[in-house]
């Protein structure tokens, strides 16, 4: 299959919105969401932007730029958003958003965000496969979807897989500073 044979699809399409409460054993010892479990609710809800993408099997290939800005506490609802952003050739970005708030929706504050790679395999797993384009509509959507070639140049370059004198969308975006 040709990328030119796939249909594009637009962002919204791939919107996914996980919920999840913040119960006792998904803490740390300070009565907070730990944050390994906060990354397994983030990369179960981006996988699934992504599958949705590409109607097809996907694996996690990276994760960018996690930070953990605000603590979130126990009864908390977490609200996961993601999307994708752009895709490549066998491989695609997808942005995630984290909110949380208590049980009554007092205190709601978005408390983290990430940059996920999938790589979409065919149905044996056993090959990657190209992945539709998609497009973006809204202008968030459109800067997301520009950024993300600078991202990849630089994670494919931090991964080892690119040579940084290789990385000419980083070097003209850094040459406009
Ligand atoms: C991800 C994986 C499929 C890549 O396999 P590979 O043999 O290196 O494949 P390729 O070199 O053909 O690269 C395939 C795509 O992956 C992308 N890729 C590979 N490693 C990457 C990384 N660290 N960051 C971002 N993209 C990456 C490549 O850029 C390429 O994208 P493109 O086709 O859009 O240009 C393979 O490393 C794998 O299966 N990893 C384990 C995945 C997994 O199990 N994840 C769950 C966590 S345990």
Redesign the pocket.
């Known amino acids: 299959m040709k990328k030119a044979d796939l249909k594009a699809k637009k962002v919204s399409d791939s919107k996914t919105i996980m919920t999840e409460m913040v119960m006792p054993n998904d803490t740390n010892p300070s009565g907070n969401l730990m944050g390994g479990n906060l990354m397994r609710w983030m990369d179960i809800a981006a996988s699934i932007a992504a599958g949705k993408h590409c109607e097809s099997e996907v694996?996690?290939?990276?994760v960018d730029h996690v930070s953990f800005t605000k603590p979130i506490f126990k009864g908390d609802i977490v609200t996961i958003e993601s999307a994708v952003t752009r895709?490549?050739?066998?491989?695609?970005e997808v942005y995630v958003e984290v909110f949380a708030a208590d049980m009554k929706g007092n205190n709601n504050r978005m408390c983290n965000h990430a940059y996920f790679?999938f790589?979409a395999?065919t149905d044996d797993m056993k090959k990657?496969r190209v992945?539709p384009d998609v497009i973006p509509l809204t202008r968030e959507e459109e800067k997301l979807f520009e950024g993300a070639e600078r991202r990849?140049e630089l994670?494919?370059v931090l991964?080892g897989?690119l040579q940084p004198s290789e990385a000419k969308i980083m070097k003209e975006f850094f040459k406009k500073l």
């Open positions: 694996v996690t290939a990276s895709t490549f050739n066998s491989s695609l790679t790589v395999l990657t992945v990849r994670r494919l991964s897989r």
